[in-house]
């Protein structure tokens, strides 16, 4: 989906299980990440069109793009292998400042995020490796998760939330993509389920966002 480049479920899980252990940051002395594996997340019942995705100053992508809709494995989504800029200050690993819109609602959100150093699995494969996924949740929510391996019951990889922050609503830049159907190739396809998704469990989210 969208315009990150995809890597299969089976790939990034071969990445993922490397020898190499996921280790905090600071493990590796004062070396930052040079390099990034970005995956991106949203609920099926919330489907999210990402508008601008900046990280440490760096843009992502080539908005606007769907999110990912594999919330239960986000490392199966939207996934690129690419550079990551130095921390934008002391004491971190990453900044980043995303828009979005909720499909099925029209509404914008925008929001900024930091997550300390330790807090991200990094992984020394080729480069020093940030694993970081941006997750898309309702009412304005926007998560860091991060790769810590399998759980020790189910033995799926679904990350670990490492920051969290409920976005500021931009009702002016509120838009109703079925009046752009080219926006993304799978927008008909998510249009198409959008009674279905009303009938279905909506996900838990701290922020209060709006009625309706």
Not at 55 to 74: F, K, R, T
Not at 112 to 139: C, H, M, Q, S
Not at 168 to 192: I, N
Request: hydrophobic share 35%.
């Amino acid at each position: 989906m969208g315009a990150l480049f995809r890597i299969s479920q089976i790939a990034c899980a071969a990445l993922l299980i490397t020898p190499a252990a996921g280790l905090a940051m600071g493990m590796f002395g004062s070396s930052p990440p040079n390099a990034m594996s970005l995956t991106d997340a949203s609920h099926p019942t919330n489907p999210i069109m990402v508008q601008s995705l900046v990280i440490n100053g760096q843009s992502y992508g080539h908005p606007p793009y769907l999110a990912s809709s594999d919330w239960e494995n986000p490392r199966g989504g939207n996934g690129t292998s690419t550079g990551l800029r130095p921390p934008v200050q002391d004491g971190l690993v990453i900044k980043v400042q995303a828009e979005w819109v909720e499909v099925y609602s029209n509404r914008a959100y925008r929001a900024e995020i930091t997550v300390p150093d330790g807090e991200i699995t990094i992984k020394n494969i080729v480069d020093l490796t940030a694993y970081v996924t941006v997750v898309f949740g309702r009412n304005g929510h926007l998560a860091i998760s991060t790769d810590t391996g399998p759980d020790a019951e189910t033995g799926q990889y679904n990350g670990t939330i490492v920051a969290e922050v409920c976005g500021d609503r931009q009702v002016e830049d509120d838009v109703d993509f079925r009046t752009r159907p080219d926006a993304d190739v799978d927008l008909e396809w998510v249009y198409s389920q959008q009674a279905k998704r009303a009938n279905e469990p909506q996900v838990a989210t701290p922020c209060k966002g709006e009625a309706g």
